[in-house]
């Protein structure tokens, strides 16, 4: 262990486009594709070694504890079941099964079920926390790999796979899931004009509302595994509306941009039952009375956080009317990078 107290933090993100495409029930046969970028909302991971025989975990922003005797695995079917479930992965993988006393403590920037893939980006963080404190060989690709394996299989947590590879990248991405189960991180290069015009236009807005998303990811899958084809041919469409969107981003054509995003919203509520409500619609219909392009719910939808394209110049009046309406608007600021870790004294 090459330090004592370590911190680590791993951005969330917004899905411009392909949102869905990503469940392995789809990708792992016809491929996926999404095009996101992360944003200047994180999680956070503060690891600390104990002379205990003791594994404490807190979550304060969820007001959780979790002290639990010190063990090579412990149960995930109680308490912070993502901490134990990181916990034992990294004692099983990179410590010979030996057990650790730790504390570890997170906090998150969004609330559960945001849709800025915040549970994901909070299993990329404690990995980072322990791949420093162990000091590991895993690169980003690892990482996300790695997190997808925890959160999905040993946590047992329905979602896709882009959010990892998101939190653990960074930055603006068009990825890629392949029917061979590989993925692929396309960095995309604007000219610098067109990113900030493009942070300008956008604005996100916290319905009010956490969702829950195994409702909607199981019926999306259970459409998937039954070939159903009005949500078969959805989700086609929602990879083809990736790759248009991605060229127009790459062109700095915002307007198309929004044709895209809003295309795609109407697509994407034909994957699942309950992916809008009233109180999105309405949210909705008072942002494009008000200035607004487009818009879509971020995540796999039913609440969490919107987002919306608008002309930067009324980007203030948009905000006005959303939170009117019982929105909570915020503009949002790109970031560059992924996951990292730091050492610290105190």
């Avoid at 791949?131 to 790999?145: V, W």
């Avoid at 610098?192 to 996100?204: F, G, T, Y």
Wanted: with cysteine; charged share 25%; aromatic share 8%.
């Amino acid at each position: 262990m090459q330090a004592k107290n370590i911190r680590a933090r791993a951005p969330l993100r917004i899905s411009f486009a392909g949102g869905g495409t990503d469940l392995a029930e789809y990708c792992e046969i016809y491929g996926g594709a999404v095009l996101n970028t992360t944003i200047d909302f994180y999680a956070f991971a503060h690891l600390s070694f104990l002379n205990s025989d003791i594994v404490d975990f807190h979550a304060p922003d969820i007001a959780a504890e979790d002290r639990v005797p010190m063990a090579a695995r412990l149960p995930t079917n109680r308490g912070l079941k993502l901490h134990r479930a990181v916990y034992n992965r990294m004692i099983r993988d990179f410590n010979d099964s030996r057990p650790i006393s730790v504390r570890l403590s997170t906090t998150v920037d969004a609330p559960p079920g945001s849709g800025l893939g915040s549970s994901s980006a909070l299993v990329v963080a404690m990995v980072e926390a322990f791949r420093f404190a162990l000091d590991l060989p895993l690169g980003p690709y690892e990482i996300a790999a790695l997190a997808y394996d925890i959160e999905r299989v040993d946590g047992g947590l329905p979602g896709g796979k882009q959010d990892q590879y998101a939190a653990a990248f960074g930055g603006l991405n068009f990825i890629e899931f392949t029917s061979e189960k590989r993925v692929i991180v396309n960095p995309l290069r604007m000219r610098a004009c067109d990113r900030k015009e493009l942070e300008a236009s956008l604005v996100v807005c916290f319905t009010g509302q956490s969702r829950e998303t195994d409702q909607i990811i199981g019926e999306q899958v259970k459409s998937l595994k039954t070939r159903k084809n009005a949500a078969l041919e959805s989700m086609h469409t929602l990879k083809t509306d990736a790759l248009e969107m991605k060229e127009a981003l790459l062109r700095g054509n915002i307007v198309e941009m929004a044709e895209v995003l809003d295309r795609s919203w109407e697509v994407k509520k034909r994957t699942a039952s309950n992916i809008t409500n009233a109180h999105i619609d309405h949210l909705y219909a008072t942002a494009k009375a008000n200035g607004a392009m487009a818009g879509k719910v971020s995540g796999a939808g039913g609440g969490g956080f919107m987002v919306f394209i608008t002309d930067p110049e009324n980007r203030y009046r948009l905000m006005s009317a959303l939170d009117s309406v019982g929105g909570r608007p915020s503009p949002i600021f790109f970031t560059q990078h992924g996951a990292d870790a730091w050492a610290t004294t105190r």
